[in-house]
């Protein structure tokens, strides 16, 4: 079992940055598939992107691609979500979440197995 916890949320202005970190605790870590999610107030969750165990196959959204980057450190059991040239409409609480088993990266929530709790990311206009 793994838990995960993001942090690295907050405000910015439309054209601003961040980076979002979820860092994991419990065994195995770096066996597990990765991806960030997000969730904005009267819609669906959706996927934003996702990396494999060893981070050498990733996937995005049409949304975000070009402008985030999900990267991670199996070192330190944490995943990074960079977000660059953010737009209002980025405007969610963001999730990642955790994948036991499996050979690829994957989209949809229901195949992930651990999530955290979420971290809330603002873009002003």
């Known amino acids: 079992q793994v838990q995960l916890v993001e942090s690295g949320g907050g405000l910015v202005q439309a054209g601003g940055s961040l980076r979002l970190s979820c860092a994991a605790s419990?065994?195995?870590?770096?066996?597990?598939?990765m991806g960030w999610f997000r969730q904005a107030p009267g819609k669906e969750r959706e996927f934003v992107a996702a990396?494999?165990?060893?981070?050498?196959?990733?996937l995005y959204a049409d949304s975000v691609k070009g402008r985030f980057t999900v990267s991670r450190d199996n070192a330190k059991n944490t995943v990074y979500l960079q977000m660059n040239s953010l737009k209002p409409e980025d405007t969610a609480v963001y999730y990642c979440?955790?994948?036991?088993?499996?050979?690829?990266?994957?989209?949809?929530?229901?195949?992930?197995?651990?999530w955290g709790q979420g971290t809330q990311v603002t873009v002003s206009s």
């Open positions: 990396l494999n165990w060893s981070g050498g196959r990733t």
């Open positions: 419990g065994r195995a870590f770096s066996s597990y598939h």
């Open positions: 979440a955790a994948r036991s088993g499996g050979s690829y990266v994957y989209r949809r929530p229901y195949e992930y197995d651990y």
